[in-house]
């Protein structure tokens, strides 16, 4: 499984490392890039990022090679077997993506009510850069800190969100934020139904009575060892958002 898992990565960094050559980049620059893509590294060979370019195809590439090092690996395995429906059909998958479509729609909405930014721009920049945050890769296109108010927030919370579990992304991950939601809801309904039995589960399966509290604990070290390092990094003069994000 590890050698298979393997071959995918590399054949995917071989694919974005051409695809970012044929789409302008030198040859040394689209390995570069290639490499942190597919890792969700970010590493770029410029200070500006991808921002350097400022080429609509470029970003596509980034995008669509982002969010394949965000989605659970195996599945890719289980798709050669069994096809391309097989990745559509995880539920950790569909949140991922309904995340990314819901921050798409807002950011660029955003951007074109409150800066006259027209729509194609809006768009443009608002999926490069939240499919960046969400998955951790850390590219840039635009200085997104002058977005305004609502902006912000909205990558803080993308960040917290990180990609799918078996993907290369860090944060949470979505099926810990699938776990919680699950056992909210449960508790919830016993609530309202003191006798009743609500199972919980993931990807229709039950899920393991030690699994919830296994994820609040990681949930909750996470939210602590995060504050702890930023109001560190604030201590020492740096602004909130270098602060927040490393």
């Known amino acids: 499984l590890a050698g298979a898992i393997f071959l995918v990565y590399l054949a995917l960094t071989v694919i974005n490392a ?16 290639g490499m942190t893509t597919i890792a969700t590294g970010g590493y770029s060979t410029s200070d500006r990022s991808l921002g350097l370019f400022d080429n609509p195809a470029i970003e596509a590439i980034a995008i669509v090679f982002m969010i394949l090092g965000s989605l659970p690996f195996v599945l890719y395995l289980q ?30 909405g ?7 930014m027209a729509v194609d721009n809006a768009v443009r920049y608002a999926a490069f850069n939240a499919t960046s945050i969400l998955t951790g890769t850390g590219y840039s296109s ?11 927030p909205v990558f803080t919370v993308l960040m ?3 990609g799918c579990t078996g993907g290369t992304t860090g944060g949470i991950k979505v ?13 919830i309904h016993q ?9 919980m589960k993931y990807n229709y399966r039950p899920i393991p009575e030690t699994v919830p509290g296994a994820v609040m604990g990681f949930f909750f070290l996470f939210v602590v060892s995060f504050a702890v390092l930023a109001m560190a990094l604030s201590l020492m003069g740096l602004d909130y958002s270098t602060s927040i994000s490393g």
């Open 79 to 108: 798709a050669v077997r069994g096809g391309a429906r097989r990745l559509w059909r995880d539920t950790q998958v569909r949140w991922f993506m309904g995340i990314l479509l819901v921050s798409l729609l807002a950011l660029s």
């Open 175 to 187: 099926f810990r934020f699938q776990v919680l939601y699950a056992t909210a809801r449960v508790q």
């Open 160 to 162: 917290f969100i990180g």
């Open 191 to 199: 609530l309202i139904q003191p006798h009743g039995v609500f199972p």
């Open 142 to 152: 635009a200085d997104f800190g002058s977005w305004g108010s609502f902006a912000l």
């Open 18 to 33: 051409i695809a970012y050559w044929l789409a302008g980049m030198t040859a040394f620059q689209a390995i570069c890039h």
């Open 110 to 116: 955003w951007l074109w009510l409150s800066s006259g």
